[in-house]
């Protein structure tokens, strides 16, 4: 059964414990096992309900914030008066207060859409609002070492608190130029963790220098959505498709892909990241 907390932040309160019974070299065992929990989220703005999303009931505000942003139905947090959050028996409503002119907006292009999936683009209506392609090219800005990257990836998997429990989760963490995590979010789903992490980033007025780490794959949404917060440079623990890589080159950012220990692959911009050579 899900467990409802008054700590939002803690990993137990978005966990499910189930009996299991686990094989493991060669003999069974009976235990009880915690899953990371995921639910429908509906995003409702000034009483209009615009998208059910499903994502694990964790920092919901954030998301809402990310969300906004990286969709472009908000152009800065200030956009956003008010947010209220409303349980149900079914999953949670988010009931945002938009500014009216970014409601105006909204109401001119609001389009169904029912809860991505792996694709992303699920719910477009056509190709032109599936595929927004970021346009403005991203100055260079200060260059990265490779070294912070590398101190990034080894403090990612202790930080993931709730993957620590289920080994369900992904997170997108904010990390600055000394590769310190100051922000990590975690969800089912990458694309929801990093609307989480770009939320926060928002709300919290994080310093603008830094990058985002993912332990996802790089998507082209995985793209388009760091792009658009203005992010120069995002590195996945895992591949990068096609499109994400054209994207990137498209609009100036860094993408790096298979972040690993002393390893990783440059598809975009590497001119960003400094590295020393081995001797």
């Known amino acids: ?31 009880e096992d915690h899953v990371a929990e995921e639910m429908p989220v509906a995003l409702v703005y000034n ?10 009931p964790q920092d919901l505000e954030d998301f809402a914030f990310g969300f906004s942003l990286t969709e472009g139905i ?60 970021p346009t ?38 904010w990390i600055d130029n000394d590769g310190s995590i100051k922000l990590l979010r975690e969800d089912v789903g990458r694309h929801n963790a990093l609307d989480k992490l770009i939320g926060a980033i928002a709300r919290s007025g994080a310093g603008a220098d830094g990058f985002v780490l993912t332990t996802s794959r790089a998507s082209y949404e995985m793209v388009q959505k760091t792009a658009s917060a203005g992010i120069p440079l995002l590195a996945a623990m895992s591949a990068a498709t096609g499109l994400a890589i054209r994207v990137a080159q498209g609009c100036g950012m860094t993408l790096i892909g298979f972040a690993r220990h002393r390893k990783h692959v440059i598809y975009s911009c590497p001119e960003r990241v400094l590295h020393e050579e081995a001797t």
């Open 136 to 173: 403005n090219v991203m100055p260079l800005g200060t260059r990265i070492p490779a070294s912070s990257l590398e101190k990034a990836i080894e403090e990612i998997g202790r930080q993931q608190q709730l993957q620590l429990l289920t080994g369900g989760t992904h997170a997108c963490a």
């Open 1 to 31: 059964m899900f467990r409802a907390a008054a700590d939002a932040d803690s990993a137990l309160a978005v966990c499910s414990e189930y009996p299991v019974i686990r094989w493991e070299n060669g003999q069974t065992r009976a235990l």
């Open 74 to 133: 908000i152009g800065r947090p200030q956009d956003i008066y008010d947010i209220e959050t409303f349980p149900r028996i079914d999953g949670v409503e988010l009931r945002i207060t938009l500014a009216s002119e970014q409601f105006q907006m909204l109401k001119l292009r609001r389009r169904s859409m029912t809860g991505r999936t792996g694709c992303g683009l699920c719910g477009a209506e056509s190709l032109e609002q599936a595929m927004r392609i």
């Open 47 to 56: 009483g209009i309900s615009h998208a059910v999303m499903l994502a694990t």
